[in-house]
Nanobody
């Protein structure tokens, strides 16, 4: 099974940008849909974005549409989440997960092999 490691989190001001990376260990990385989720203190894990194996099909939560962009480089076994125009409500621990689903799904129950997460803090 694939192992995922997130990186790139940090502290930014409102309106700033960050790029998160999700690096995979398995050579079968390209056979998985990869999704980003986030979890704020006291809240459930919520869907942020996901993309297909080829990277052509993407799906975003309404709260991040137009601000976040998900992409992947299968040669580097890495998925990226470019986050622009950050707001305090984006503050959370961000996780990436892998899915064997046929379609690009948004339910966390369809994902596995979660990484350890990376903290994103947006100050007002």
């Amino acid at each position: 099974q694939v192992q995922l490691v997130e990186s790139g989190g940090g502290l930014v001001q409102t309106g700033g940008s960050l790029r998160l990376s999700c690096a995979a260990s398995a050579r079968t990385f390209s056979s998985y849909i990869i999704g980003w989720f986030r979890q704020a203190p006291g809240k459930e894990r919520e869907f942020v974005a996901a993309l297909s194996r080829s990277g052509v099909t993407t799906r975003y939560a309404d709260s991040v549409k137009g601000r976040f962009t998900i992409s992947r480089d299968n040669a580097k076994a890495t998925v990226y989440l470019q986050m622009n125009s950050l707001i305090p409500e984006d503050t959370a621990v961000y996780y990436c997960g892998a899915s064997s689903s046929v379609l690009v799904v948004s339910s966390s129950t369809m994902f596995h092999s979660w990484g350890q997460g990376t903290q994103v803090t947006v100050s007002s």
